[in-house]
T-cell receptor, first 111, second 109 residues
Framework: ETGVTQSPTHLIKTRGQQVTLRCSSQ?????VSWYQQALGQGPQFIFQ???????GRGNFPPRFSGLQFPNYSSELNVNALELDDSALYLC??????????FGNGTRLTVT | GDSVTQMEGPVTLSEEAFLTINCTYT??????LFWYVQYPGEGLQLLLK?????DKGSNKGFEATYRKETTSFHLEKGSVQVSDSAVYFC????????FGTGTRLQVFP
């Protein structure tokens, strides 16, 4: 049990739609990172938030955006969904350079 | 840019066999190195880490040594169990974690 909770666990959307994924942590870490894990691949860094500010971003387009709230919960928003956005989205909390606690992820399917 | 290369799987072993999963990295600085494990339907769990050259990380019978001269961080276990069946990811830290593509381990009784 990592104490990181993600919702929903599974989601099916249509191309062009928008989606919001959520993450919360029992420990209240002030750093949260989001990763995209395509089938059969390793996780790819999307972005990181530290004290409600974006603190690093990977090679993802602006239609991937995020929020971190005062209680350190977080959202990942993806606009104009594409088929290639189908993946497992992982949230992680912990230190700035080494997220130690991952949630079980949200499996997004875009049709 | 920084990158991690892992041996392709699946790795198939009998219970109590010796395990090695190779991992090499490319980095401009001196990153920390990690092994994560992912069980079916779950997120990633930190298995072990090493923060500087010649450090050995260990946990649950798994070990890996940070080898700067060969830029490697191979994962080893002397005697695997069926419960070790999972996907193993090597990763390095460079402001964020950079993962390899993962190696699936299948252990049969």
């Amino acid at each position: 049990e990592t104490g990181v909770t993600q919702s929903p666990t599974h989601l099916i959307k249509t191309r062009g739609q928008q989606v919001t994924l959520r993450c919360s942590s029992q420990s209240g870490h002030n750093t949260v990172s989001w990763y995209q894990q395509a089938l059969g691949q390793g996780p790819q860094f999307i972005f990181q938030y530290y004290r409600e500010e974006e603190n690093g971003r990977g090679n993802f387009p602006p239609r991937f955006s995020g929020l971190q709230f005062p209680n350190y919960s977080s959202e990942l928003n993806v606009n104009a969904l594409e088929l290639d956005d189908s993946a497992l989205y992982l949230c992680a909390t912990g230190g700035l350079n080494s997220p130690l606690h991952f949630g079980n992820g949200t499996r997004l399917t875009v049709t | 840019g920084d990158s991690v290369t892992q041996m392709e799987g699946p790795v198939t072993l009998s219970e109590e066999a010796f395990l090695t999963i190779n991992c090499t990295y490319t980095a401009t600085g001196y990153p920390s190195l990690f092994w994560y494990v992912q069980y079916p339907g779950e997120g990633l769990q930190l298995l072990l880490k090493a923060t500087k050259a010649d450090d050995k990380g260990s946990n649950k019978g798994f070990e890996a040594t940070y080898r700067k001269e060969t830029t490697s961080f191979h994962l080893e276990k002397g005697s695997v169990q069926v419960s070790d069946s999972a996907v193993y990811f090597c990763a390095l830290s460079d402001r964020q974690l950079i993962f390899g593509t993962g190696t699936r381990l299948q252990v049969f009784p």
